[in-house]
Protein backbone atom coordinates (compact mmCIF):
# COMPACT_ATOMS: atom_id res chain seq x y z
CA UNK A 1 0.00 0.00 0.00
CA UNK A 2 2.89 2.60 0.88
CA UNK A 3 4.77 1.77 -2.04
CA UNK A 4 1.42 2.57 -4.23
CA UNK A 5 0.79 5.96 -2.72
CA UNK A 6 5.07 6.46 -3.04
CA UNK A 7 4.64 5.33 -7.17
CA UNK A 8 1.35 7.77 -7.60
CA UNK A 9 1.67 10.76 -9.89
CA UNK A 10 1.22 13.98 -7.32
CA UNK A 11 -2.60 15.70 -8.38
CA UNK A 12 -2.62 19.43 -8.49
CA UNK A 13 -5.52 21.71 -8.54
CA UNK A 14 -4.66 24.42 -10.85
CA UNK A 15 -6.34 26.88 -12.77
CA UNK A 16 -5.32 28.66 -16.31
CA UNK A 17 -3.79 32.36 -15.79
CA UNK A 18 -6.12 34.99 -16.63
CA UNK A 19 -4.49 36.96 -19.64
CA UNK A 20 -3.97 40.74 -18.85
CA UNK A 21 -6.71 43.15 -19.51
CA UNK A 22 -5.71 46.86 -19.77
CA UNK A 23 -8.05 49.05 -21.44
CA UNK A 24 -7.15 52.71 -22.21
CA UNK A 25 -10.11 55.02 -22.49
CA UNK A 26 -10.34 58.45 -23.69
CA UNK A 27 -13.53 60.66 -24.12
CA UNK A 28 -16.00 63.57 -23.43
CA UNK A 29 -17.62 64.39 -19.94
CA UNK A 30 -20.49 66.11 -18.11
CA UNK A 31 -19.52 67.64 -15.22
CA UNK A 32 -22.53 69.24 -12.69
CA UNK A 33 -25.06 68.23 -14.62
CA UNK A 34 -24.58 70.17 -18.04
CA UNK A 35 -22.65 73.18 -16.41
CA UNK A 36 -19.17 71.98 -17.84
CA UNK A 37 -18.00 70.01 -20.58
CA UNK A 38 -14.34 68.10 -20.85
CA UNK A 39 -12.39 65.50 -21.45
CA UNK A 40 -11.44 62.23 -19.56
CA UNK A 41 -9.18 59.84 -19.87
CA UNK A 42 -7.61 56.98 -18.08
CA UNK A 43 -6.44 53.20 -18.11
CA UNK A 44 -8.12 50.34 -16.63
CA UNK A 45 -6.39 47.25 -15.47
CA UNK A 46 -7.46 43.80 -14.44
CA UNK A 47 -6.36 42.40 -11.07
CA UNK A 48 -8.42 39.53 -10.84
CA UNK A 49 -11.27 38.12 -12.31
CA UNK A 50 -13.58 40.39 -11.00
CA UNK A 51 -11.66 43.05 -9.74
CA UNK A 52 -10.02 45.93 -11.48
CA UNK A 53 -8.23 49.17 -11.17
CA UNK A 54 -9.00 52.47 -13.29
CA UNK A 55 -6.91 55.00 -12.54
CA UNK A 56 -7.53 58.47 -14.84
CA UNK A 57 -8.76 61.82 -15.10
CA UNK A 58 -10.76 64.89 -16.65
CA UNK A 59 -10.30 68.36 -17.87
CA UNK A 60 -12.77 71.26 -17.88
CA UNK A 61 -12.74 72.56 -21.86
CA UNK A 62 -15.40 75.00 -20.96
CA UNK A 63 -15.64 78.40 -19.33
CA UNK A 64 -16.85 78.12 -15.92
CA UNK A 65 -20.77 79.22 -15.95
CA UNK A 66 -21.51 83.07 -14.34
CA UNK A 67 -22.87 82.37 -10.90
CA UNK A 68 -24.91 85.28 -9.68
CA UNK A 69 -25.34 84.97 -5.55
CA UNK A 70 -28.90 83.35 -4.93
CA UNK A 71 -30.76 84.21 -1.88
CA UNK A 72 -30.30 81.01 -0.39
CA UNK A 73 -26.65 80.23 -0.17
CA UNK A 74 -25.65 76.43 -0.61
CA UNK A 75 -21.81 75.44 -1.35
CA UNK A 76 -23.18 74.18 -4.76
CA UNK A 77 -24.25 77.92 -5.97
CA UNK A 78 -20.24 79.04 -5.41
CA UNK A 79 -18.15 75.95 -6.17
CA UNK A 80 -17.79 74.72 -9.82
CA UNK A 81 -15.54 70.91 -10.37
CA UNK A 82 -13.07 71.71 -13.46
CA UNK A 83 -10.50 68.92 -13.24
CA UNK A 84 -8.78 66.25 -11.07
CA UNK A 85 -7.69 62.65 -11.25
CA UNK A 86 -8.88 59.78 -9.35
CA UNK A 87 -7.78 56.05 -8.40
CA UNK A 88 -11.08 53.78 -8.38
CA UNK A 89 -11.56 50.06 -7.39
CA UNK A 90 -13.86 48.40 -9.71
CA UNK A 91 -15.88 45.36 -8.71
CA UNK A 92 -17.54 43.38 -12.13
CA UNK A 93 -20.93 41.98 -12.01
CA UNK A 94 -20.01 38.90 -12.79
CA UNK A 95 -21.58 36.97 -16.04
CA UNK A 96 -20.52 34.87 -19.14
CA UNK A 97 -19.56 35.94 -22.07
CA UNK A 98 -20.99 35.12 -25.17
CA UNK A 99 -20.24 35.50 -29.05
CA UNK A 100 -19.33 38.19 -30.51
CA UNK A 101 -20.02 41.28 -28.50
CA UNK A 102 -18.83 41.55 -24.56
CA UNK A 103 -19.58 43.89 -22.30
CA UNK A 104 -19.19 44.52 -18.61
CA UNK A 105 -20.20 46.09 -15.78
CA UNK A 106 -17.97 47.76 -13.20
CA UNK A 107 -19.32 49.15 -9.66
CA UNK A 108 -16.54 51.76 -8.40
CA UNK A 109 -15.45 53.49 -5.08
CA UNK A 110 -12.30 55.16 -4.81
CA UNK A 111 -10.74 58.63 -4.14
CA UNK A 112 -10.02 61.58 -6.26
CA UNK A 113 -8.11 65.32 -6.25
CA UNK A 114 -10.34 67.63 -7.80
CA UNK A 115 -9.69 71.79 -8.28
CA UNK A 116 -12.85 73.77 -8.26
CA UNK A 117 -13.20 77.44 -9.01
CA UNK A 118 -14.53 79.72 -6.69
CA UNK A 119 -17.31 82.38 -7.60
CA UNK A 120 -17.45 84.04 -4.11
CA UNK A 121 -13.98 85.05 -4.84
CA UNK A 122 -13.33 86.19 -8.09
CA UNK A 123 -12.89 82.12 -9.40
CA UNK A 124 -10.11 81.41 -7.85
CA UNK A 125 -8.84 77.80 -7.86
CA UNK A 126 -9.87 75.14 -5.39
CA UNK A 127 -7.65 72.00 -4.64
CA UNK A 128 -9.74 69.08 -2.42
CA UNK A 129 -9.21 65.40 -2.10
CA UNK A 130 -12.98 63.68 -2.77
CA UNK A 131 -14.50 60.28 -2.75
CA UNK A 132 -16.32 59.06 -5.32
CA UNK A 133 -18.77 56.23 -6.53
CA UNK A 134 -20.03 55.30 -10.22
CA UNK A 135 -21.31 52.75 -12.48
CA UNK A 136 -18.96 51.76 -15.64
CA UNK A 137 -20.66 50.13 -18.55
CA UNK A 138 -18.41 49.14 -21.46
CA UNK A 139 -19.43 47.20 -24.77
CA UNK A 140 -16.81 45.71 -26.84
CA UNK A 141 -15.55 43.81 -30.02
CA UNK A 142 -12.36 42.63 -30.28
CA UNK A 143 -9.90 45.31 -28.82
CA UNK A 144 -12.16 48.39 -29.43
CA UNK A 145 -14.96 49.62 -27.77
CA UNK A 146 -17.28 52.25 -25.65
CA UNK A 147 -17.28 52.84 -22.00
CA UNK A 148 -20.28 55.16 -20.62
CA UNK A 149 -20.18 55.79 -17.54
CA UNK A 150 -21.39 57.71 -14.14
CA UNK A 151 -19.20 59.06 -11.28
CA UNK A 152 -20.60 61.18 -8.50
CA UNK A 153 -17.42 63.23 -6.33
CA UNK A 154 -17.91 63.75 -2.76
CA UNK A 155 -15.61 66.54 -1.44
CA UNK A 156 -15.46 69.63 1.85
CA UNK A 157 -14.34 72.90 -0.16
CA UNK A 158 -13.74 75.86 1.70
CA UNK A 159 -14.56 79.21 -0.56
CA UNK A 160 -14.30 82.43 0.47
CA UNK A 161 -17.88 83.15 1.38
CA UNK A 162 -17.84 80.07 3.86
CA UNK A 163 -15.12 82.13 5.64
CA UNK A 164 -17.19 85.13 5.10
CA UNK A 165 -20.42 84.03 6.56
CA UNK A 166 -19.05 81.55 9.16
CA UNK A 167 -20.46 78.56 7.52
CA UNK A 168 -20.60 75.60 9.86
CA UNK A 169 -18.46 72.40 8.66
CA UNK A 170 -21.16 70.91 7.54
CA UNK A 171 -22.75 73.33 5.15
CA UNK A 172 -19.34 72.91 3.05
CA UNK A 173 -19.60 69.20 1.55
CA UNK A 174 -19.88 69.07 -2.61
CA UNK A 175 -21.27 66.46 -4.07
CA UNK A 176 -20.54 66.93 -8.03
CA UNK A 177 -21.95 64.30 -10.80
CA UNK A 178 -20.51 63.80 -13.96
CA UNK A 179 -21.06 61.37 -17.12
CA UNK A 180 -18.86 60.25 -20.08
CA UNK A 181 -18.68 58.73 -23.15
CA UNK A 182 -15.71 56.97 -24.47
CA UNK A 183 -13.58 55.09 -26.51
CA UNK A 184 -11.78 51.92 -25.37
CA UNK A 185 -8.84 50.47 -26.94
CA UNK A 186 -7.90 46.94 -24.97
CA UNK A 187 -4.73 45.34 -25.21
Do not use: C
Not at 120 to 136: E, K, N, P, R, T
Amino acid sequence: MISLLLLSASADAARMPLEPQNRLHLGLAAMDGTESYGLTFGMDSRLTRFVSIDIGGFLSATDSPVLTPPENDTIEDWITMRHGIWFAPGLRIPHRYGEGLTWDVFLRGGFATVWSEDASADYDSLFDVAMLGGLDFMIRKDKLGLRASGKGFFYKASPYVAWQQKWEASERFVFAPQVSLEAIYQF
